[in-house]
């Protein structure tokens, strides 16, 4: 609007020709679509207000500003108002609108809608459109949305559309390019050529159009003012090849596909577009298949899964059975089920996934390849930021920056601050066509590495954890964060368990046996905690397993007696006792004085579960001693508390309650929260026992906040299940119904064999008094 309006002043205040301008000023106007189609009757209607008001032409023009005989010809019907001119006509007289109703804005040319067919299987993403409609209405800080995503996806079927849902909003058009910089062997569309595209999509007169490239991209500009248009530029690698074709025009809109995240664009919408969820993405293989295709829902849904629910790998599947009528959707499943076949299978001739993701990775540089190959090495879905620094053999901060930029290329995704996930489909691309060509020397040293690195990292966590504890066989370079405390160890464990477990299994597999038997040794400490029993037992058998290959007859010993505790725990008291035999032989053989007093304390804390009580008390006292001489201050503790809970049963009520104190004071002093916790649900449970019902009540409170606090859910049940008792015996049942309640949604089951509130419980329900048991083991 400015250039003409400045025009039409400097006619007026020079000699220059204004008729000459106003002509000028006229075809800018009518070439920019910016008249307005006015009818006869918008200029009938100008006359009648015009006169009502009692103004002149000449005033009139005055108030707008504009010619006396350009009102005139509006006025007649030959001459078309501009549509700015409209609405000051309306403005000046008051017609509130009225008079805009007559002047329908129009087009140099019809608008030209340019996207592709909408496809018919679009199958959810309901989300991710309705965010789309509010974007294309306008209702945000930008006119750019960034739809970005991994290959695969359906970014460009999203994007499109989201543009035929909104093509009725964009009078002047609807564009669509294909930049082509993710299609298999089709050539990049330049950013040169893409103005002259658009250009010619835009009606601009080719005469207009400069020769060169020169000047393409203010032609461009210049015909979007003032317009409302949308265009969808698909397939976009790079921010270079876009920022000359984003509008000034605020009016209009862009929807941008890319692989990458094209973080230098200034602040546009990004729409993050991943895998579907699992029900939709079922749903469109039954889709894509057609409905008459029988089976269960199960398969379908494991179809899905091994496509990693990316819509371009569910339809590939699809046509894949489709053009196989030997296939039942069982077969075909079982065939995909195959992780060496898979990215064979989603190929149909015309579409491949794995072409698609070889695009993708030809754009990295060498040492995000490299890195991207040596991820498909660790065996978990989950790699922290450190564990691939380890991998690499760089350091965190170099790391974090080569995991960003394969983030960027949705090469893996940030689920953390500090960890990466790798989509399944990924990672077997990775080792067939990126791992494959990495030196088996250079993978060898990268995984043992890793191990390193994940068994410090489980080891710093387990000193923190239980810091008294006897450890052998474990490395010394552990470096201490002195930041780091109890808390920090315990939130960093319960995280990465998972992955260090799944480590564990990787040594053992390569025959890695000391980072196997590491690794697990350094997780016992959580998993004592935690009571996690099955990894628990997975990971020391494993253990155990590679120090008997390896000749390592103490780290056998090691695991075999830790893999007793870990039965005995769970309630296998006779597969506990053969693997604490087990350890007692290899440990007197090796003449480790400390292993076996820890495997006689083991056996005997089985005598008191067992109900061999006698045996248990002289067995208990008789390892005590011996730890008392080695001055295993923390062992002789737990020791005693053994001693209390057989009291317990036997009678000895106040020796029981007097032992579990001192107990309590000791682990005080040795600062051991979880062995804090157990001394007082042990007073606790001999003050029930002894019918000190208000004393009870009192210990198993305290016990459940240190439980609380120690984070073990496991012995704050037990205090939970212990105060429903007092409760059930003093006949308030509903109140002990809901600290029954509570245990259960803290840790079930609690066992009965193993623990004496469980027994309780269970003989209250049943009107009978039976005798209890309790506690747990250490190594």
Same mark, same amino acid.
């Given at each position: 609007?400015?250039? @003409?309006?400045?025009?039409?002043?400097?006619?007026?205040?020079?000699?220059?020709?204004?008729?000459? &301008?106003?002509?000028?000023?006229?075809? #800018?106007?009518?070439?920019?679509?910016?008249?307005?189609?006015?009818?006869?009757?918008?200029?009938?209607?100008?006359?009648?207000?015009?006169?009502?008001?009692?103004?002149?032409?000449?005033?009139?023009?005055?108030?707008?500003?504009?010619?006396?005989?350009?009102?005139?010809?509006?006025?007649?019907?030959?001459?078309?108002?501009?549509?700015?001119?409209?609405?000051?006509?309306?403005?000046?007289? =008051?017609?509130?609108?009225?008079?805009?109703?007559?002047?329908?804005?129009?087009?140099?040319?019809?608008?030209?809608?340019?996207?592709?067919?909408?496809?018919?299987?679009?199958?959810?993403?309901?989300?991710?459109?309705?965010?789309?409609?509010?974007?294309?209405?306008?209702?945000?800080?930008?006119?750019?949305?960034?739809?970005?995503?991994?290959?695969?996806?359906?970014?460009?079927?999203?994007?499109?559309?989201?543009?035929?849902?909104?093509?009725?909003?964009?009078?002047?058009?609807?564009?669509?390019?294909?930049?082509?910089?993710?299609?298999?062997?089709?050539?990049?569309?330049?950013?040169?050529?893409?103005?002259?595209?658009?250009?010619?999509?835009?009606?601009?007169?080719?005469?207009?159009?400069?020769?060169?490239?020169?000047?393409?991209?203010?032609?461009?500009?210049?015909?979007?003012?003032?317009?409302?248009?949308?265009?969808?530029?698909?397939?976009?690698?790079?921010?270079?090849?876009?920022?000359?074709?984003? @509008? *000034?025009?605020?009016?209009?809109?862009?929807?941008?596909?890319?692989?990458?995240?094209?973080?230098?664009?200034?602040?546009?919408?990004?729409?993050?577009?991943?895998?579907?969820?699992?029900?939709?993405?079922?749903?469109?293989?039954?889709?894509?298949?057609?409905?008459?295709?029988?089976?269960?829902?199960?398969?379908?849904?494991?179809?899905?899964?091994?496509?990693?629910?990316?819509?371009?790998?569910?339809?590939?599947?699809?046509?894949?059975?489709?053009?196989?009528?030997?296939?039942?959707?069982?077969?075909?499943?079982?065939?995909?089920?195959?992780?060496?076949?898979? /990215?064979?299978?989603?190929?149909?001739?015309?579409?491949?996934?794995?072409?698609?993701?070889?695009?993708?990775?030809?754009?990295? %540089?060498?040492?995000?390849?490299?890195?991207? %190959?040596?991820?498909?090495?660790?065996?978990?879905?989950?790699?922290?930021?450190?564990?691939?620094?380890?991998?690499?053999?760089?350091?965190?901060?170099?790391?974090?920056?080569?995991?960003?930029?394969?983030?960027?290329?949705?090469?893996?995704?940030?689920?953390?601050?500090?960890?990466?996930?790798?989509?399944? $489909?990924?990672?077997?691309?990775?080792?067939?066509?990126?791992?494959?060509?990495?030196?088996?020397?250079?993978?060898?040293?990268?995984?043992?590495? $890793?191990?390193?690195?994940?068994?410090? $990292? *489980?080891?710093?966590?387990?000193?923190?954890? !239980?810091?008294?504890?006897?450890?052998?066989?474990?490395?010394?370079?552990?470096?201490?964060?002195?930041?780091?405390?109890?808390?920090?160890?315990?939130?960093?464990?319960?995280?990465?368990?998972?992955?260090?477990?799944?480590?564990?299994?990787?040594?053992?597999?390569?025959?890695?046996?000391?980072?196997?038997?590491?690794?697990?040794?350094?997780?016992?400490?959580?998993?004592?905690?935690?009571?996690?029993?099955?990894? #628990?037992?997975?990971?020391?058998?494993?253990?155990?397993?590679?120090?008997?290959?390896?000749?390592?007859?103490?780290?056998?010993?090691?695991?075999?007696?830790?893999?007793?505790?870990?039965?005995?725990?769970?309630?296998?008291?006779?597969?506990?006792?053969?693997?604490?035999?087990?350890?007692?032989?290899?440990?007197?053989? +090796? =003449?480790?004085?400390?292993?076996?007093?820890?495997?006689?304390?083991?056996?005997? #804390?089985?005598?008191?579960?067992?109900?061999?009580?006698?045996?248990?008390?002289?067995?208990?006292?008789?390892?005590?001693?011996?730890?008392?001489?080695?001055?295993?201050?923390?062992?002789?503790?737990?020791?005693?508390? =053994?001693?209390?809970?057989?009291?317990?049963?036997?009678?000895?009520?106040?020796?029981?309650?007097?032992?579990?104190?001192?107990?309590?004071?000791?682990?005080?002093?040795?600062? $051991?929260?979880?062995?804090?916790?157990?001394?007082?649900?042990?007073?606790?449970?001999?003050?029930?026992?002894?019918?000190? /019902?208000?004393?009870?009540?009192?210990?198993?409170?305290?016990?459940?906040?240190?439980?609380?606090?120690?984070?073990?859910?496991?012995?704050?049940?037990?205090?939970?299940?212990?105060?429903?008792?007092?409760?059930? &015996?003093?006949?308030?049942?509903?109140?002990?119904?809901?600290? #029954?309640?509570?245990?259960?949604?803290?840790?079930?089951?609690?066992?009965?064999?193993?623990? =004496?509130?469980?027994?309780?419980?269970?003989? +209250?329900?049943?009107?009978?008094?039976? @005798?209890?048991?309790? !506690?747990?083991?250490?190594?």
């Amino acid at each position: 609007m400015t250039v @003409p309006n400045t025009a039409f002043r400097l006619a007026v205040a020079t000699s220059v020709d204004r008729n000459a &301008v106003l002509s000028t000023i006229k075809e #800018w106007y009518w070439h920019h679509g910016l008249m307005a189609d006015t009818t006869p009757e918008f200029g009938t209607e100008l006359r009648r207000r015009r006169k009502e008001a009692g103004l002149s032409q000449q005033q009139l023009a005055r108030l707008i500003p504009c010619s006396k005989s350009w009102i005139s010809k509006v006025e007649t019907g030959t001459s078309a108002a501009t549509f700015e001119l409209a609405q000051g006509f309306d403005d000046a007289l =008051g017609a509130n609108g009225e008079l805009m109703v007559l002047a329908r804005r129009k087009s140099r040319q019809s608008a030209v809608n340019g996207l592709p067919p909408v496809t018919d299987r679009l199958v959810g993403r309901s989300e991710e459109l309705a965010k789309l409609e509010v974007f294309v209405r306008g209702e945000g800080r930008s006119n750019v949305s960034v739809l970005t995503g991994p290959a695969g996806a359906g970014k460009t079927t999203l994007a499109i559309r989201a543009g035929w849902d909104a093509s009725d909003q964009f009078p002047d058009g609807c564009l669509y390019l294909d930049f082509g910089s993710h299609t298999p062997r089709a050539a990049q569309l330049t950013c040169q050529t893409a103005l002259r595209s658009l250009l010619t999509a835009l009606k601009v007169p080719e005469e207009e159009v400069p020769a060169g490239d020169v000047g393409l991209a203010g032609v461009y500009q210049d015909a979007l003012r003032g317009r409302r248009a949308l265009l969808v530029l698909d397939n976009v690698a790079s921010s270079d090849q876009i920022r000359t074709l984003l @509008p *000034a025009e605020r009016r209009c809109r862009v929807l941008v596909t890319s692989r990458n995240r094209l973080n230098s664009l200034d602040d546009p919408v990004i729409l993050h577009v991943g895998a579907l969820p699992e029900s939709d993405a079922a749903a469109l293989f039954r889709t894509a298949v057609g409905e008459h295709v029988e089976c269960t829902d199960a398969t379908i849904e494991r179809i899905a899964g091994h496509c990693g629910r990316l819509p371009l790998a569910i339809t590939i599947a699809a046509a894949r059975f489709r053009a196989d009528p030997v296939w039942s959707v069982e077969d075909f499943a079982t065939e995909l089920a195959d992780e060496r076949a898979r /990215l064979e299978l989603l190929d149909d001739g015309e579409r491949s996934i794995e072409a698609a993701f070889t695009l993708s990775c030809d754009a990295l %540089g060498d040492a995000e390849r490299q890195l991207f %190959g040596l991820l498909a090495l660790h065996p978990a879905r989950r790699i922290q930021v450190s564990g691939a620094a380890a991998l690499a053999d760089v350091a965190p901060a170099r790391a974090r920056r080569l995991l960003g930029r394969l983030a960027d290329a949705h090469l893996v995704t940030y689920e953390t601050a500090d960890g990466v996930a790798m989509h399944d $489909l990924l990672r077997w691309f990775a080792q067939k066509h990126v791992l494959s060509a990495t030196p088996a020397w250079q993978q060898n040293a990268a995984m043992l590495r $890793l191990l390193d690195h994940g068994v410090r $990292l *489980a080891e710093s966590c387990g000193r923190l954890i !239980d810091p008294r504890r006897h450890r052998v066989s474990m490395p010394t370079d552990v470096p201490e964060d002195g930041s780091a405390d109890r808390d920090t160890a315990l939130e960093v464990i319960q995280s990465e368990w998972p992955v260090l477990v799944d480590l564990c299994h990787e040594a053992a597999a390569r025959g890695l046996h000391r980072q196997c038997w590491q690794l697990s040794f350094a997780l016992r400490d959580y998993f004592f905690l935690a009571k996690l029993w099955d990894p #628990w037992i997975s990971t020391h058998q494993a253990a155990a397993n590679c120090a008997r290959t390896a000749g390592a007859e103490r780290e056998a010993a090691i695991a075999l007696n830790s893999l007793g505790i870990a039965h005995a725990d769970r309630g296998s008291l006779s597969t506990a006792v053969a693997q604490y035999q087990q350890a007692l032989k290899l440990f007197r053989t +090796i =003449g480790d004085e400390h292993g076996v007093t820890s495997a006689l304390s083991n056996i005997a #804390w089985t005598s008191l579960y067992l109900g061999r009580f006698e045996q248990a008390l002289r067995d208990l006292r008789t390892v005590r001693q011996t730890y008392q001489q080695l001055g295993n201050r923390r062992n002789a503790a737990i020791t005693l508390r =053994g001693i209390a809970l057989t009291e317990t049963e036997l009678g000895l009520y106040k020796d029981a309650v007097d032992h579990a104190l001192e107990t309590r004071r000791e682990f005080e002093a040795l600062n $051991l929260p979880l062995d804090v916790a157990m001394s007082v649900n042990c007073a606790a449970w001999a003050h029930f026992q002894a019918g000190e /019902l208000d004393a009870a009540m009192t210990g198993y409170a305290w016990a459940s906040d240190l439980a609380d606090r120690c984070g073990s859910r496991y012995e704050a049940a037990r205090a939970a299940t212990g105060m429903g008792n007092v409760l059930a &015996v003093t006949g308030r049942g509903a109140e002990a119904a809901r600290h #029954w309640e509570h245990a259960d949604a803290l840790h079930r089951p609690l066992e009965p064999a193993m623990l =004496g509130e469980a027994r309780i419980r269970s003989t +209250i329900w049943l009107g009978d008094e039976a @005798p209890g048991m309790l !506690d747990g083991f250490r190594d």
